[in-house]
């Protein structure tokens, strides 16, 4: 069973600051792992999906890195907005599954 | 592209009734949708899983009985939640999963549907 676990659970940084989110699975036989944002009240929004043939993912001032071996993923937040406040989840598959970690809650203060 | 809608985005009903949560692809074909549940403060828990044109497939401790689901076509899932009590008041989330060659399950998320029963 595929457990997923993220640390911090909440994170507050000046606006600025480049910070990093950590996801770490239990099962490392998966063919990809996502991450999302959700915003209070709202749907999920994929930031990145990232292959298990590649080690890296990039999109803007996001970067997720794969590990597949150590069962880590890691999230790379560059510049840090306001607007990046949100809670960021990570996911990793299970079968036909997504299992979620409980996510990290960042606020990002101007 | 890639785009899941639910409807409606929020409903308050009274205990009692039942509720239908409508999750539609909009601009693909999904053989396969999810749909999610989520408590304040916590992460999704999958509910059940979807398939086109066959009976979904509940996780354990989920009562297909009292959470009907229905995917009648390749853009269409509905969740029904029958006779509503205030415990079942949540955020239902739905997905839709593209299939592409290679293997890459991605999951695509609708907007939620927040249920408050009174």
């Known amino acids: 069973k595929q457990e997923v676990t993220q640390i911090p659970a909440a994170l507050s940084v000046p606006e600025g600051e480049n910070l990093v989110l950590n996801c770490s699975f239990t099962?490392?036989?998966?063919?990809?792992l996502q991450w999302f944002r959700q915003d209070p009240g709202k749907g999920l929004t994929s930031l990145l999906l990232?292959?298990?043939?590649?080690r890296e993912q990039t999109s803007g001032r996001l970067n997720a890195s794969l590990d597949k071996s150590s069962g880590r993923s890691t999230l790379y937040i560059a510049a840090s907005q306001p607007g990046d406040s949100a809670t960021y989840l990570c996911a990793a598959p299970s079968g036909s599954r997504l299992t979620f970690g409980e996510g990290t809650q960042l606020t990002v203060n101007p | 592209g890639a785009v899941v809608s639910q409807h409606p985005s929020w409903v308050i009903c009274k205990s009692g009734t039942s509720v239908k949560i409508e999750c539609r692809s909009l601009d693909f074909q999904a053989t396969t949708m999810f749909w999610y549940r989520q408590f304040p403060k916590q992460s999704l828990m999958l509910m059940a899983t979807s398939n086109e044109g066959s009976k979904a497939t509940y996780e354990q401790g989920v009562e297909k009985d009292k959470f009907l689901i229905n995917h009648a076509s390749l853009t269409l899932s509905t969740l029904t939640v029958t006779s509503a009590h205030p415990e079942d008041s949540s955020f239902y989330i739905c997905s839709a999963r593209v299939f592409r060659i290679p293997q890459n399950n991605e999951q695509f998320f609708g907007p939620g549907t927040r249920l408050t029963v009174l």
């Open positions: 990232i292959q298990s043939s590649q």
């Open positions: 099962d490392s036989a998966i063919y990809n």
